[in-house]
């Protein structure tokens, strides 16, 4: 008598829809991720056009529609200093995207819990000696901080260039007006502080940490408003002409404000990365 058939035993499904379903909570992280970050750069952009909006209407009454003119001048050679400086190499290197983004992620976080653990029981860890491996994590964000230097070397002899430029073809009218020389060197000063936070901007892009990124640039952006009414409505009261410079110390402190929240807060996440934020040599075998 035949023995009856066995029913097949079923086999693990490995088509590569079980490989997409496995790599989801992955993408869905990240779309959540980007569109969080998305929400908080739109909040912080409304947001600062609100609080420019009610500024200039309280340095109306303080200030000659003059004074508002030579402003918007010394605020276009900011801008544009910066644009050249550094907004093409913004977009580069956030096309520079992660090689193997889920293991890399994984890695890193392993790396952070392990040195976590040795600097509860043997201090902070050790500093960064010799050149870094191009193919781990922080070799990639090592990367990314080298090419941000360029920013730099670009931007402060452009800075120096085109603030020579606008000085000697400025009007008599605009050279004669109070502190104006004065107000040109700090509005150079200011845009050698925000190119001096580039390193740190571009980690803060490439890890996306947007909601660092909208805290430092709202504080910032207080800071720039709060400055400069100060500034003008003192110089009001006491009946002093002060030109344009309650507008150049405004942007001198918003670049200040940058700069420094912006390393203190990307400072510890290079220790925990092992990365810095100085350029270094990279191993690229």
């Not at 600062?48 to 030579?70: A, C, D, K, M, W």
Request: aromatic share 10%.
């Amino acid at each position: 008598m035949a023995k009856p058939a066995k029913p097949p035993t079923p086999q693990p499904n490995t088509s590569p829809q079980n490989h997409d379903t496995a790599k989801s909570p992955t993408s869905s992280t990240l779309l959540s991720t980007s569109a969080q970050g998305a929400t908080f750069l739109i909040l912080l952009q409304l947001g600062s056009r609100l609080l420019t909006f009610g500024v200039n209407q309280v340095l109306l009454r303080y200030l000659s529609p003059e004074h508002l003119g030579i402003s918007a001048q010394l605020d276009l050679y900011l801008i544009t200093v910066l644009y050249f400086a550094r907004e093409s190499l913004r977009v580069a290197l956030q096309r520079q995207g992660r090689s193997e983004g889920g293991e890399r992620k994984e890695e890193e976080e392993k790396k952070k819990k392990k040195k976590k653990k040795k600097g509860r029981t043997g201090g902070d860890p050790p500093p960064l000696k010799g050149p870094i491996d191009a193919d781990t994590p922080a070799g990639e964000i090592q990367t990314v901080v080298n090419l941000s230097y360029f920013s730099i070397y670009l931007g402060v002899p452009l800075a120096f260039l085109l603030g020579h430029l606008y000085a000697r073809a400025a009007s008599p009218q605009v050279l004669q007006m109070p502190y104006f020389r004065e107000s040109l060197d700090l509005y150079g000063v200011a845009i050698v502080f925000e190119l001096l936070t580039e390193p740190a901007f571009v980690v803060v892009q490439h890890k996306m940490l947007y909601t660092t990124r909208a805290m430092v640039e709202s504080v910032a952006t207080v800071v720039r408003c709060v400055v400069t009414c100060t500034m003008a409505v003192l110089a009001g009261v006491a009946r002093e002409d002060a030109g344009v410079l309650p507008f150049a110390i405004g942007h001198w402190a918003y670049a200040s404000a940058l700069f420094f929240m912006y390393y203190w807060r990307v400072w510890g996440v290079s220790v925990e990365g092992g990365f810095s934020l100085i350029s270094m040599s990279i191993d690229s075998k």
